[in-house]
């Protein structure tokens, strides 16, 4: 029975990334270590053989920020038919035979819109609320004084979540594999809130209660269904993975 997925990737580290600096609309490109980590992820996940199988790709959807893009062209998806921006550098080759996923830039997975705290540390806005006598923040509380609240990302999301499955996955689940001729898995390349709060409302979560998930800088996460069921949506916790999938990868990025 087929189980649609939707593969999330928060893009890859940058400066700000690695100081703790929310970035919301600000562009800011990849370090060098994180473009070098996101090739590494693209040779261990993406292949026939691997978790993101590019022929079953039915759609891509992509952050209008440059560093989520950035990090779609070094995932060895190849790109084929070519990206709707221009071109941030070179685009990595894989082994991507069959992918006919559309590539969508879209403001529905753009991050949240920190507002005021754009720019800043959580340990810098601690200091000016308590200088203000603001007491403590929790952006999925209380969202950004500027910005974004949680009940816009949430109406954001939810039409998004909407949208996406009756697009590409009601068709698709609980159907006998092999009856069903188009793809329907789905990736998102986007930014740690968004993706974060994208995960709790796949699963009906209220985000204003934390959903309490963690996604670094260029990792990948996983949503499903459960009873290939499409009423029944669900966070995939791990997956097992061919033994020599990572070990290839390893031993590629040490001969690079």
Known sequence: MTTPRVFII???????????????ISDIPLTQNGEKRIRATGRALVGPDRLIV??????????????????LELLGLGCNEGVPWG????????NVEGMKAKIEVTE???????????????????????????GMWDIWRDGCPGGESPQQITQRLDDFIADLRQKFHAHAIGKP???????????????GHILRAFAGRWVGKDIAHN??????????????????????PAILLGGAFMSDVVENAVDDESKS
């Open 87 to 94: 071109q941030h550098g070179d685009i990595e080759d894989g």
């Open 211 to 232: 959903p309490s998930l963690i996604l670094e800088a260029g990792s990948v996460g996983t949503l499903s269904y459960e009873h290939h069921n499409l009423e029944e």
């Open 54 to 71: 590019p022929k079953n790709l039915a759609h891509i959807y992509v952050s209008p920020r440059k560093r989520a893009q950035r990090t």
């Open 10 to 24: 928060r893009h890859g580290e940058t400066e700000w990334s690695l100081n703790g600096r929310h970035t919301g």
């Open 177 to 191: 594999k092999g009856s069903v001729e188009e793809p329907y898995d789905v990736l998102i390349v986007a930014h």
């Open 108 to 134: 529905q997975i753009r991050e949240w819109d920190y507002g005021d705290y754009e720019g800043v540390t959580s340990k810098e806005i601690k200091k000016r609320r308590e200088e203000n006598d603001e």
